[in-house]
Each structure stands twice: as C-alpha cells, then as structure tokens.
C-alpha cells in the first residue's frame, strides 16, 4: 500500500503563478511533517517542516489532517524554485518519502 | 553548519564485488540513516542506526548490511553488488531521530556492472 503520495511527477508553471505541490499519506498517527527540495547538482536539505510553522522561500504547507494532506504552496513561484520537491510524513517508526515532484518554473 | 559527506560521489562495480560506502558527519548526532533514491520511487530507507553499534532494517534491507563502530561514521556494505543495487545512495544524519531534521551528504551514483 502507497504510504505517501505525491501525485504529479512533474508540474510546469510559469514565473509568477501560483504553485500547489500535493501530499497525501496513508497512515494514522501524528506523524511530524517535512518538505524536503533538492536544487540541480546539490544535496537534499530541509524546505520546511510543518511544527516550526515557518514560511521558507516563500512557502508554505498546510496540514488537513481530517484529510491527511500536507499540501505545499507558494503564491507566486520564481525561477529559482526550479527543483525537486519530497514530502516526508514522518513517525518514530515510520519514516516513507514521497516520490517526488519535479518543479520546472518556466520565465 | 552540519557536515555530511559520503567517500565517493560515483563509484563503478562489477556484479558479485563487496562494495563499501562511507558515511561522516561532523555534529555529533546520534542517528544516522542510508537511503537509495531512484526516479520515480523518490527515497527508500534502508537502513538506520540510533546510537554506536545499534542497527534498524528500514524498507528494503535486503542485500545490504551496514556497521557503525563510531559515532560519526555509518557504513553501507553490498556484500555481493548486483546490477539491481544500480542507483544514488544517500546518507543522513539527525539530532533527535527521525522525526526531526535530516541532515544529507551529496550521494554516491553507485553503477553495477
């Protein structure tokens, strides 16, 4: 069973529009919330995470939990968002990363 | 600035080799975690480590073993490399376990031949 769903491999908008990255995850709990981005040719690093309730770069993500969606958002997406992007539900034991979703945010 | 690095950034091996990959990091954390990512399947925990000595099979374990004799250093062993373990390992590391930030090195593209 899928425990994390990112459903689009790859989203396309263009600078300036706003920007929904989706995250749904299959198990109970209070799992601790994390999106993690991964910009071309460097190393994985933390984006957010839902507890610090941060707005990072512009982002945001909200929590549903009668959904169990942690949706990232950003109004108004830049060049430089170009990247990566895992959501990461995460418990003590269970720890599952999203697939992923490449941003391609074109001029 | 936590540090995490990996010994290679590719390393290229034939089917059957015993193959090793390196993990450090430089803060002290106590946890410290051995991904593999490919497209499409995003990260996949193989296995993890709370504390010196201590080991936790994560999602896809098999095939791989993995050693820390110390704290800083968590090793990725391919006891016998095939050409399905062709892929980017990534290590990690955190403070407070899991569910809290991970740290990551820059991956090792590890292709078996």
């Known amino acids: 069973a899928q425990r994390v769903t990112q459903p689009e491999k790859l989203l396309s908008v263009f600078k300036g529009a706003p920007v929904e990255l989706k995250c749904n995850y299959s198990?109970?709990?209070?799992?601790?919330l994390f999106w993690y981005v991964q910009y071309s040719r460097q190393r994985l690093q933390l984006l957010l995470r839902?507890?610090s309730r941060e707005s990072i770069k512009g982002f945001t993500a909200d929590l549903n939990k009668g959904e169990t969606s942690f949706h990232l958002k950003k109004p108004f997406a830049q060049e430089e968002d170009s990247a990566m992007y895992y959501c990461?539900?995460?418990?003590?034991?269970?720890?599952?990363f999203g697939s992923g979703t490449k941003l391609n945010v074109k001029p | 600035d936590v540090k995490v690095t990996q010994s290679s950034r590719y390393l290229v091996k034939r089917t059957g080799e015993k193959v090793f990959l390196e993990c450090v990091q430089d803060?002290?954390?106590?946890?410290m975690f051995w991904y593999r990512q490919d497209p499409g399947l995003g990260l996949r925990l193989i296995y993890f480590?709370?504390?010196?000595?201590?080991?936790e099979k994560g999602d896809i374990p098999e095939g791989y073993s993995v050693s820390r004799e110390k704290k800083e250093r968590f090793s990725l062993i391919l006891e016998s490399a095939s050409t399905n373990q062709t892929s980017m390992y990534l290590c990690?590391?955190?403070?407070?376990?899991?569910?809290?930030?991970?740290?990551f090195g820059p991956g090792t593209r590890l292709t078996v031949l």
């Open positions: 990690a590391s955190s403070l407070g376990g899991a569910a809290d930030t991970q740290y």
């Open positions: 198990y109970s709990g209070s799992p601790e």
């Open positions: 839902h507890i």
């Open positions: 990461a539900p995460i418990n003590f034991n269970k720890f599952y």
């Open positions: 803060m002290d954390h106590e946890n």
């Open positions: 480590s709370y504390d010196v000595k201590m080991k």
